[in-house]
């Protein structure tokens, strides 16, 4: 049994400085400087961490398109989030892999197989679902499952009703 998927998608990095950040990774990928840009607000990309609806929009992202995976470099704010808990808890690096899977529920039921908990953040973006497990302990850095998949009628339960995400787990 396995995730169901070979294809890494992106490798998340989270940095004090994303302008630094941005600097260096161009200079070292000999790219142009990746867009910075902020998280959209949780009534476009509803997101809950620990079961709670949170505002990530004082997230920053960079994202470097490479040929065969994304680096994305995200900066946090000051309002809590998975990105900020990492910063604080462990300093800048590597926060998770990220994989896209044909089935999210059958991913999860592996990480659960090799001892992880369930996912303690997930987000809705318009055209798929992610979220992240704390794999550290298995895996030695956590993993974010990303589904394509037209999500229209969840985001719109949560927006509504917070509690969705409790019952969608």
């Known amino acids: 049994m396995s995730i169901g998927t070979k294809r890494l998608c992106h490798i ?8 630094r950040a941005v600097e260096n990774w161009s200079q070292v ?16 990309v509803p ?7 949170g505002d990530y929009s004082d997230v920053k992202l960079a994202v470097y398109e490479l040929e065969n995976c994304k680096i994305e470099l995200a900066q946090p704010g000051s309002k809590p989030s998975p990105w900020k808990d990492m910063l604080d808890k462990h300093g800048e690096g590597v926060q998770h892999l990220s994989f896209i899977v044909p089935d999210r529920k059958s991913a999860q039921d592996q990480l659960k197989a090799i001892g992880a908990g369930v996912p303690y953040h997930i987000g809705y973006w318009p055209g798929g679902t992610y ?17 394509d998949d037209d999500n229209t ?4 339960d949560l927006l509504r009703d917070s509690g969705f995400h409790k019952k969608d787990l």
Do not use: C, M, W, Y
């Open 12 to 19: 998340a990095v989270v940095v004090k400085d994303i302008e």
């Open 29 to 44: 990928l000999g790219l142009p400087k990746a867009e910075i840009f902020s998280l959209p607000p949780k009534e476009k």
């Open 47 to 53: 997101a809950f961490t620990h079961g709670s609806l």
């Open 131 to 147: 979220s992240f497990t704390d794999t550290v302990k298995q895996l030695g850095v956590e993993i974010n499952i990303k589904t």
């Open 153 to 156: 009628a969840k985001r719109e």
